[in-house]
């Protein structure tokens, strides 16, 4: 069953990715200037990749963290290679394209597609399990999210839009094949999609005839992509392992109305009606998300795997180590075939068919 923490705990991860993810935006902006986006982009990811790549360093000399036989599998590489080609490499790139030709409103007004396309791949594609409920909740974030873009005055759909819209569609993809590894350790995923990406998109800024801005400029620009794109992914991929991936797009997709609030205060200004009509229907899209309880009998097949875990009903397993009872803590353990009943998410242990 659900407890307390159990249940709100991983919602709570995904909102707080949604918020270190959504400040990253105005800040973009403030650095932006006579940059080119695939230099701020690049040093973003690059930031995220080093940041991260120095926390598992040191999470390592101190003991803390997974040994370093608990990797993922072979079989799981080339999900994870898949996601980073998509959302860090090709899902930029076409943003970039699109921006350049494409109006600003249409533009805030198409990157809300990405939320929908995740839900919709993890659902037709993965199978993964929707009620009206979760759909109801998902249709209110999205419809939030398109009036907090709204623009009057702007407008038209060009080559470029489709570019916008091919970029989200390569997040959602790189949303759905970033579950796929989401049991291994979130900090490495993520620390790899940085350090790939990074360089990645700074060479197309290269390749184009772009330079490096000044130390402290690429400075602030990594600090905010560690902040804003490492973090933030960590907790994205803890959400992807608790919740699945539809509820997770659906969460993270509140983002730009913290990306509006750091804005008004950043760039101080009565906020619109819109603001405050959106904000209202995300808050109900949340709750409608927060309220679910989805209950049935249901069969677990034999499973292995790796990751932090706690002796609850889905792990009572031996171990072939000295095991000093610390909870939790990551190890590769087999799940054994179980039928039971409770309430759950369609978290790492629970991809079953309804």
Known sequence: MFSSNSRFGPIATALAAAVLFGAATPVAKALLGSNSPF??????????????????????IRGTGPKLHQGMTRAELPWLLGAIAAGGVAGPALLMIGLSTTPAATSSLLLNLEGVLTAVIAWVVFRENVDLQVFLGMVAIVAGGVLLSWQSGEGGVSLGAVMIAGACLSWAI?????????ANDAMVIACLKGLIAGPVNLAIAYATGSSLPGFLMAGAAMATGFAGYGISLVLFVVALRNLGTARTGAYFSVAPLFGVALSLVIWPQVPSTLFWVAAALMASGIWLHVRERHEHEHTHERMEHAHRHRHDEHHQHEHDFPYDGTEPHSHPHVHLPITHSHAHFPDVHHRHRH
């Open 39 to 60: 230099v701020v982009a690049g040093l973003f990811y690059l930031g995220s990749g080093l940041g991260l790549g120095i926390a598992i360093l040191a999470r390592s």
């Open 174 to 182: 790189d949303n759905n094949l970033t579950r796929k590894v989401s």
